[in-house]
Structures are given as structure tokens and as C-alpha cells.
């Protein structure tokens, strides 16, 4: 069992990490917004037809742009690639590929984030189970065989990774689109062309902060940066045979009223089903788990093992 300093140790890199990405969201949304406008922007001021054919050189130019980009966003630039490509391009298409090129760096920059969580963590949880069972050999057993068997634990996830990368991809398709509706409707409309940065603003910022394209981004950074957390753990009590764990709600300021009440409760590690017994439980969340040895025993709470994300 992880003593509380080693389970703070790992907090701290797990959402230190996730900090600094959040951070790196931030920015990259920054880019973007001034990327998009300055792209709409022009095209407003050569007064262009929304539906008017493209110019050849003009398509050259966006579909340059589309290239570069790794497979990891693939289906995203063949999309729009394909409108530059086939039937009759407007300029439209040209003005949407390149809206879509700043926002389809940030799907690979997320993408990146995700796979370098996805093996930082395993490895994170796997270090400090085995620095735990030297210092507590008699407390923290791990099989001769635990590297085969936490493989075999952790390969269910890769599935789940699938999940959140068309996740992503969607999440910046629509982004694009919303952005393009208002692109036209400001190409054909005078008052509409008056107020659409505001539009925009909203669109990728928000309102206050919350509920734009980038809080959106976060939010996925949030929780699978915890999916990954507690399945890599759940991995290395399967691996270790642990039967049991607790839940910790880790009381940070977007913690519910729901992962507060489950903080304390014991659950079986083959029981062990995400959204139900095993955080995430809902976007954003941020809860652990913990290795039970005898359920009599006093424990500390989640409380204890706080989560700040301005901490590195």
C-alpha cells in the first residue's frame, strides 16, 4: 500500500502535468483566435462572394497549408482537403480550410498531450508501486511477473485512447463549423458583419471563461488525464492481487456533491466499472483511489491529498 508521502508524490506529477497542459491550451487557443480573425477579417475586406468559384492559386495555397500535419488529425485534413479538391470549389471552402488549419494544430497538440499522459502515467504509477515495495516489501508485494501482467491490465485502455482521439476530432470539426456559419452569415449580412468577432469570441472563449470551444479542450485534458490515473492504478492492484480499494474524493474546487459522499467507500477491484465506483464519475473530475488492506483501519480522506493546478 502507498504510503501518503509516495501518493502525494504521484498526485503532484499526474496534475502538475496536466497543469502545464491546461496552460498550453490556453495559449494555443490565444494563437488560434488570432489566427481565425485575422483570416475572416480579410476575406470580409475584399468584399469576396461567399459561393463565387475559387481561384486555383488560392486553393494551392490552403491546401499547402493542410499539409504537415500528423495522422493523428488525418481525417480532419482530408475533410477539408477534400472540399479544395473535388466538384467545384468555392471560396468558401478555401476561406473554411483555412480557418480549420490553427484549429487542427490544436487537435494535434492535444493528441500529443494525450499520448504523452498515456505513457507517462502507467509508467508514474508503475515507479512508485515498486519504490514502495522496497521500502515496504512486507506491505507492498509485487509478483516476479508484475511488468507481463500490468501490460495485460493496461492494454483495455488503449481502446478507451481511441475513444477520446475521435473525440477530439470532433470536438475541433465543430469548433470549425460554428465558426464558418458565422463566416457567412457576416459575408451576407451588414449587422451580422458588425458584431462577429463577439461571435467568435464566444465560440472559442466562452462567457466568463466557461462554456467556449477551449473549456471544452480542458475539460478533456481534466478528466482523461484522471481516466488514466485510476486505470493505471486499478491496473497495478490487478496485477498485484489487491482486492479491494477506496475511494478518494480529492476535494478540489470542482469537485460534486456526489464524489463527496462516495469518498471513503470500499469497492472490489473486479467491480471496478468508470462512472459508477471508479473515477472519472463525471467530466472534470479529478478523484483517486487507494489500496485497501483491512477495511477497519483509519485512513486519511481525499482531503488530505489536495490537487492545485497551478502546482507543477
Known amino acids: 500500500m502507498l504510503s501518503k508521502k509516495q501518493q502525494r508524490r504521484l498526485i503532484r506529477s499526474t496534475y502538475g502535468t496536466s497543469a502545464q497542459f491546461i496552460r498550453s491550451i490556453k495559449r494555443m487557443y490565444r494563437n488560434a483566435d488570432r489566427q481565425i480573425k485575422g483570416e475572416i477579417s480579410a476575406f470580409l475586406a475584399d468584399e469576396v462572394n461567399w459561393s463565387a468559384p475559387a481561384q486555383k492559386d488560392d486553393i494551392q495555397d490552403a491546401m499547402d497549408e493542410l499539409r504537415g500535419f500528423d495522422d493523428s488529425v488525418a ?18 471552402d478555401v476561406l473554411t480550410a483555412r480557418v480549420a488549419v490553427p484549429m487542427i494544430r490544436v487537435g494535434q497538440s492535444l493528441h500529443t498531450m494525450m499520448k504523452r499522459n498515456g505513457t507517462k502515467i502507467p509508467k508514474d504509477v508503475s515507479k512508485i508501486s515498486k519504490a514502495q515495495q522496497v521500502a515496504t516489501p512486507s ?14 491490465s493496461v492494454s483495455h485502455t488503449v481502446t478507451q485512447r ?7 476530432n470532433q470536438h475541433i470539426h ?3 463549423t460554428r465558426i464558418c456559419n458565422v463566416c457567412q452569415e457576416a459575408s451576407q449580412d451588414t449587422d451580422a458583419k458588425k458584431n462577429y468577432t463577439k461571435v467568435i469570441d464566444r465560440i472559442l472563449n466562452g462567457k466568463n471563461g466557461s462554456g467556449g470551444s477551449e473549456a471544452q479542450a480542458e475539460t478533456i485534458m ?14 497495478d492492484f490487478s496485477a498485484r492481487g489487491v482486492e479491494q480499494y477506496r475511494f478518494l474524493s480529492l476535494e478540489a474546487i470542482n469537485s460534486c456533491q456526489d464524489c463527496t459522499e462516495l469518498d471513503g467507500n470500499v469497492y472490489n477491484v473486479e467491480d471496478a466499472q468508470e462512472g459508477v465506483n471508479l473515477p472519472p464519475m463525471h467530466p472534470n473530475c479529478q478523484c483517486w483511489i487507494e489500496e485497501v488492506q483491512d477495511t477497519t483501519d483509519d485512513y486519511l480522506n481525499g482531503a488530505d491529498l489536495p490537487i492545485n493546478e497551478d502546482s507543477d
Do not use: W
Request: aromatic share 8%.
Open 174 to 176: 465543430q469548433t470549425v
Open 222 to 235: 481534466r478528466t482523461q488525464t484522471c481516466r488514466e490515473l485510476n486505470n493505471s492504478t486499478i491496473a
Open 139 to 152: 506491505l507492498h508485494h509485487i509478483p516476479y511477473n508484475y511488468d507481463v501482467m500490468l501490460q495485460k
Open 75 to 92: 481525417p480532419l485534413v482530408a475533410f477539408y482537403a477534400s472540399s479544395l479538391v473535388l466538384g467545384h470549389p468555392k471560396q468558401s
Open 162 to 168: 481511441e475513444g477520446i482521439d475521435d473525440r477530439i
